[in-house]
T-cell receptor, first 113, second 117 residues
Framework: DQQVKQNSPSLSVQEGRISILNCDYT??????FLWYKKYPAEGPTFLIS?????DKNEDGRFTVFLNKSAKHLSLHIVPSQPGDSAVYFC????????????FGTGTSLTVIP | KAGVTQTPRYLIKTRGQQVTLSCSPI?????VSWYQQTPGQGLQFLFE???????NKGNFPGRFSGRQFSNSRSEMNVSTLELGDSALYLC????????????????FGPGTRLTVL
């Protein structure tokens, strides 16, 4: 049972425009959410996180939005750069499940120069 | 600081064999978690070790096991390999890990690509 879903396997965006990556979850007990970025032949690297007490968190060009009522998470990248081309995973955790992370299947972002 | 290292990076085995993968966490990190990544399923949590004890376990059969040593290095073992075990196996380390009251940022290694023929 996939508790965290990324329904778009891929996304292409022009350089300089906004990239929006989406993530939906089913477990209302999730209280901590993260985004990871993964380049080929490398492990995922942490990008940004948000706790359920917030609805927005910003870090430079990256902003994560959380809509708890819709059980929806999104990552905005503005402006997009070619170096942002990678696979992005969202993940969620809950103390009820031992805080283990549940990952989505990933969205491959291509930023076109 | 050196990052998380995993050995070997690539491995080819045949059905029925067993395999052991190794993970060295970032110095000072006491928690090591293991994940299986497959194209259709994304990253799936296998288990977490903290101070040599398994603290969390995902929904995988008993053929998947692990251990952690006193220096926090961890090994994962898969016995009686099946074709479906072909995947990228990732380990991640963190300071406190998946503690009851908080969640640490996890730092991932590059993974071991296991192919079962």
């Amino acid at each position: 049972d996939q508790q965290v879903k990324q329904n778009s396997p891929s996304l292409s965006v022009q350089e300089g425009r906004i990239s929006i990556l989406n993530c939906d979850y089913t477990n209302s007990m999730f209280d901590y959410f993260l985004w990871y970025k993964k380049y080929p032949a490398e492990g995922p690297t942490f990008l940004i996180s948000i706790s359920s007490i917030k609805d927005k968190n910003e870090d430079g060009r990256f902003t994560v939005f959380l809509n708890k009522s819709a059980k929806h998470l999104s990552l905005h990248i503005v402006p997009s750069q070619p170096g942002d081309s990678a696979v992005y995973f969202c993940a969620a955790s809950s103390p009820n499940t031992g805080n283990q992370f549940y990952f989505g299947t990933g969205t491959s972002l291509t930023v076109i120069p | 600081k050196a990052g998380v290292t995993q050995t070997p990076r690539y491995l080819i085995k045949t059905r029925g064999q067993q395999v052991t993968l190794s993970c060295s966490p970032i110095s000072g990190h006491r928690s090591v978690s293991w994940y299986q990544q497959t194209p259709g399923q994304g990253l799936q949590f296998l288990f977490e070790y903290f101070s040599e004890t398994q603290r969390n376990k995902g929904n995988f059969p008993g053929r998947f096991s692990g251990r952690q040593f006193s220096n926090s290095r961890s090994e994962m073992n898969v016995s009686t390999l099946e074709l479906g075990d072909s995947a990228l196996y990732l380990c991640a380390s963190s300071l406190r890990g998946l503690a009851a009251t908080s969640t640490d940022t996890q730092y991932f290694g590059p993974g071991t690509r296991l192919t079962v023929l």
